[in-house]
């Protein structure tokens, strides 16, 4: 699932933004200020320079990360990852793919708009799983729309009934709505018609006998295949399928 992230962020065509070295500026800000008001550790992620800035609130020492490297040379906190439980840590993933992908369907200026949570067990100085709070926002776009700078957050859960925090959610912060798996807009992405042709892509059928089956021309299913890949962000059908099967779309 990384691999498949890695792909999806690092390979995005990016265009030279204006103000670039402001814009990161900016955001590094962003992510130092968090650190110090939420007490939480803090990651900047530049997905065109592969590289990280970290900034360590006290929740760092209570995990058990000593304040070394503030700039790391990949858009991964791996340092921090290892302590995450194995299954918490696919499951982060997933998410975050999926968050990625709705972002590519949503216009550059309403991805500000949602954050992704997720509750995740870190091991701590004490080799003791903790709950950690984990978000993930969007920050700016390069200027053809890809995206370009994130931040993750972790802080510690409140203990307090009344602030569960959920296994993992994709938040509208304008409307205060949760987007849970079966019910984000990127569900919606492909038509009945482009699913059930991806369906026989997956099960290894070539345009002609899509077309035969369907009774539709091979013009027409050619056309649907380019829709498909544009709509998933792919160039190639194993990517595609590869991508909707991890999505959920089928």
Request: aromatic share 8%.
């Amino acid at each position: 699932m990384r691999n498949l992230l890695d792909i999806k962020l690092l390979l995005q065509p990016f265009e030279t933004s204006a103000n670039p070295e402001l814009k990161l500026e900016n955001g590094r800000r962003i992510a130092q200020m968090y650190a110090q008001l939420e007490n939480s550790l803090s990651v900047l992620s530049d997905m065109k320079a592969r590289k990280s800035y970290i900034y360590y609130g006290p929740i760092a020492e209570e995990i058990g990360l000593e304040q070394q490297e503030t700039e790391i040379n990949s858009i991964w906190e791996d340092e921090l990852l290892k302590r995450v439980h194995p299954e918490d840590l696919q499951k982060k993933y997933r998410l975050e793919f999926q968050f990625f992908q709705l972002l590519n369907t949503v216009d550059a200026t309403e991805r500000a708009d949602y954050q992704l949570i997720t509750k995740l067990r870190i091991r701590n100085y004490k080799d003791r799983y903790i709950p950690i709070k984990h978000r993930l926002l969007y920050l700016s776009s390069a200027e053809n729309g890809s995206i370009w700078l994130a931040l993750c957050l972790y802080n510690n859960v409140i203990d307090h009934p009344e602030f569960e925090i959920p296994q993992g959610a994709i938040l509208n912060i304008r409307t205060g709505k949760i987007i849970d798996h079966n019910q984000q807009r990127f569900a919606d992405i492909l038509s009945p018609r482009e699913k059930e042709i991806l369906q026989l892509i997956k099960h290894g059928r070539r345009s002609k006998e899509i077309a035969d089956k369907l009774a539709l021309s091979i013009n027409t299913v050619n056309r649907h295949r380019q829709n498909i890949f544009q709509k998933l962000n792919v160039t190639n059908a194993l990517e595609a399928c590869r991508v909707a099967e991890t999505t959920g779309l089928y």
